[in-house]
C-alpha cells in the first residue's frame, strides 16, 4: 500500500493543490491515452476529412471515416480510452450523426485539464466548471437556433445534405439525401409527432448496379428467392399472404433418436402418413384463399421439406422460406398482419392483402417485391445498391446517418449553422462570460471557451487551409456580430454558412458538448486503477 501525504498548503491565501505523485501519474495516463484515441479520428473530421482502411481480424477490409464505425473497429484496451469508444457510441444513439466531432471535442477539453492541473486546480473544481460551461453553452446554442416546420422539405434535404457531405459517398447526396427525408416522414406516426422509430424503417443492401440505383420501395422487400421447387409459382397477383411460425414438415420424436423400421409395409405406412399429414395442412391452408406463404426459419427441424414444396408448387401456393426470426415483426407490420404459429389458428382475417408479390432479378441475385399492399403499416424500405461491397456498407453507413439527423430534426425542430460557426461562437459568449465569473471558475470556463476552437481548426486543417489565419478571421467575424460566418471548405474562405445551406440539426451540437463534457469529467475524477484478478 502506497503511503499517502496529505496535500500541504503553500499559504491560506492560495487555491493552489499539490497532487499526489501516484494519482497526478494515473490521470496524466488516462488523459493522454483518451487523447490519443482523439488523435486518431481527428483527421476524419469534415467534408475534407481523410477515410480510414479498417482491417479485422478476419480480413475484412472497411472504409470509412464515420467515428462511430472507426472507434467501434479499434482494439482499445486502456480503460479511459475505451470511454471514449463508448461517447462515440452514446452520440451515435443520441444523435446519429457528429460521432467524431463529439470524441474531438473531448480530446481538446482533455488536454486544456492537463493545464489546469498543472496549475494545481483541484479536478473538482474542474469538474464543477466545466459542468456550468456546458449548460451556459447548450443556453447559447439554443438562442442561435432557427426553428424549422416539417412541412419545409427543403430545409430538410439540406440537413442530411451537410451530413452525408463528410462521407465517402457524398458525391450521391443529392439521391440519398431526398431519400432519407422521404423515407422518415412516411413513418411518422400522426399520433406520435416527436417519435420516430427507425426499425420502421429497412436497408436491404444488394450487390450491383452503383449507388445511383438505390431507391426508395413503397412495400416489402425480402433479400430472399422465393421456392422454385417442383415449378412452383415465382410471381402472384392479388396476393393473399400468410406469415407463419410452424413447420410444414412431418412431425420429429421430442428427443434425439433413431427409429428403425424393417418391415416395408410398415415404412410405406409411415411415409403414407407423412404424406397425408402434410396433405392436411396444406389443405386449411388452400382453404383461407391463401396463395403466398413466408415461413420463418426454423433451427428444431426443416420449416419444410421437398414433399411439402412439391404439393405447396401444386396448389399454387407461392412460398418463400427461411425468413428470419428478427425481421417477422417488421415484415408483420407492413403488411398489417398476423403471425400465426400453429395450423389451427390459420384464419383469414389473419392475412395480409397485396396486389402483387413476385421475385425480381437483381444484380447477382435475386429479391422478392411486394407492392400495393392493402392497409399498409407505416414502414418504408430502402433498397440500397452498390458496385462492391465496400461502397454499399459505406452507404449503408451514411444512409443511417442521414436518417438520424432527420430524425433528430423531428424530435428537435430546431436547425443551427455547420462550418464551425456555433463552436467559434459559443467559444466567443463563453470567454465573455468567464471574465465575469470569481476565481479559479472563471479560468477553467476560459480553457473550456478554448478547447471548442479546436472544431473550426481542425476543419481547416484538414481542408488543406492555414488554420491559425482561417480561425482569427473566424473569431474577427462573430466579435462583429455575425454569428452565422463559417467555414466554406469548397471555396477556402469564410462566408455565411446558413446562405451556403451548411445547416445541422440542434440536438447534434447540444448533445455533442453535453457527452463530450460528461465523459471528460468522469475521467477527471478517476485518481486510480484497481485491477481485480
Not at 460521432?99 to 486546480?121: D, E, F, M, P
Not at 411415409?271 to 406463404?293: D, F, H, Q, S
Not at 451548411?502 to 471528460?520: F, H, N, Y
Amino acid at each position: 500500500m502506497a503511503a499517502v501525504t496529505a496535500a500541504q498548503p503553500r499559504s491560506s491565501k492560495t487555491e493552489s493543490y499539490v497532487d499526489n505523485k501516484r494519482k497526478e501519474d494515473i490521470r496524466h495516463a488516462n488523459i493522454n491515452a483518451a487523447r490519443a484515441v482523439a488523435d486518431a479520428v481527428r483527421t476524419s473530421l469534415g467534408p475534407k476529412g481523410m477515410d480510414k482502411m479498417i482491417s479485422t481480424a478476419n480480413g475484412e477490409v472497411i472504409i470509412t471515416n464515420d467515428g462511430a464505425t472507426i472507434l467501434n473497429k479499434m482494439e482499445v484496451l486502456q480503460p479511459a480510452a475505451k470511454m471514449l469508444v463508448d461517447l462515440s457510441k452514446s452520440q451515435d444513439s443520441a444523435a446519429g450523426d457528429g460521432t467524431t466531432t463529439v470524441v474531438v471535442i473531448a480530446g481538446a477539453l482533455l488536454k486544456q485539464c492537463l493545464t489546469l492541473l498543472s496549475n494545481g486546480i483541484h479536478p473538482t473544481v474542474i469538474s464543477d466548471s466545466l459542468h456550468k460551461a456546458s449548460i451556459k453553452a447548450v443556453d447559447v446554442l439554443t438562442a442561435m437556433a432557427v426553428p424549422l416546420e416539417l412541412s419545409d422539405r427543403e430545409s430538410l434535404i439540406k440537413s442530411a445534405s451537410t451530413s452525408l457531405n463528410s462521407k465517402v459517398v457524398s458525391q450521391y447526396s443529392t439521391l440519398l439525401a431526398p431519400l432519407a427525408v422521404d423515407s422518415v416522414l412516411s413513418v411518422v406516426d400522426p399520433a406520435k409527432p416527436d417519435m420516430v422509430d427507425l426499425r420502421d424503417i429497412k436497408i436491404v443492401k444488394k450487390l450491383g448496379g452503383t449507388v445511383d440505383d438505390t431507391q426508395l420501395v413503397k412495400g416489402l422487400v425480402l433479400d430472399k428467392k422465393a421456392s422454385h421447387a417442383a415449378g412452383g409459382p415465382t410471381r402472384m397477383e392479388n396476393a393473399k399472404i400468410a406469415v407463419i411460425q410452424f413447420q410444414i414438415s412431418p412431425p420429429k420424436t421430442d428427443i434425439e433418436q433413431s427409429i428403425v423400421v424393417s418391415d416395408y409395409t410398415q415404412m410405406d405406412r409411415i411415409l403414407k402418413e407423412e404424406r397425408n399429414y402434410i396433405l392436411g395442412m396444406i389443405k386449411k391452408i388452400k382453404a383461407t384463399g391463401c396463395n403466398v406463404l413466408l415461413i420463418q426459419k426454423s433451427i428444431l427441424r426443416d420449416a419444410v421439406t421437398d414433399l411439402s414444396l412439391h404439393y405447396l408448387a401444386k396448389a399454387k401456393i407461392m412460398v418463400v422460406k427461411d425468413v428470419e426470426r428478427e425481421d417477422i415483426e417488421f415484415i408483420t407490420k407492413t403488411l398489417n398482419c398476423l403471425p400465426i404459429a400453429n395450423i389451427e389458428h390459420f384464419r383469414v382475417e389473419k392475412l395480409g392483402h397485396a396486389d402483387l408479390v413476385e421475385e425480381v432479378s437483381l444484380g447477382d441475385g435475386k429479391i422478392v417485391k411486394v407492392t400495393g399492399i392493402k392497409d399498409m403499416g407505416r414502414t418504408t424500405t430502402v433498397l440500397v445498391r452498390g458496385s462492391n461491397q465496400l461502397v454499399l456498407d459505406e452507404a449503408e453507413r451514411s444512409l443511417h446517418d442521414a436518417l438520424c439527423v432527420v430524425r433528430c430534426l423531428v424530435s428537435k425542430r430546431f436547425l443551427i449553422a455547420g462550418g464551425g460557426a456555433p463552436e467559434i461562437e459559443l467559444s466567443r459568449q463563453l470567454g465573455a462570460w468567464s471574465k465575469v465569473l470569481h476565481g479559479m471558475e472563471g479560468y477553467c470556463v476560459r480553457s473550456f471557451a478554448e478547447a471548442l476552437e479546436v472544431v473550426p481548426y481542425t476543419l481547416a486543417e484538414n481542408a488543406g487551409l492555414n488554420p491559425i489565419a482561417i480561425v482569427t478571421e473566424l473569431r474577427n467575424r462573430h466579435a462583429q456580430g455575425e454569428i452565422n460566418a463559417g467555414i466554406n471548405v469548397r471555396k477556402g474562405q469564410i462566408t455565411n454558412i446558413l446562405e451556403e445551406n451548411v445547416v445541422q440539426p440542434l440536438l447534434v451540437s447540444t448533445s455533442a458538448i453535453t457527452l463530450a463534457t460528461e465523459c471528460v469529467r468522469m475521467i477527471l475524477k478517476i485518481d486510480d486503477i484497481v485491477n481485480v484478478r
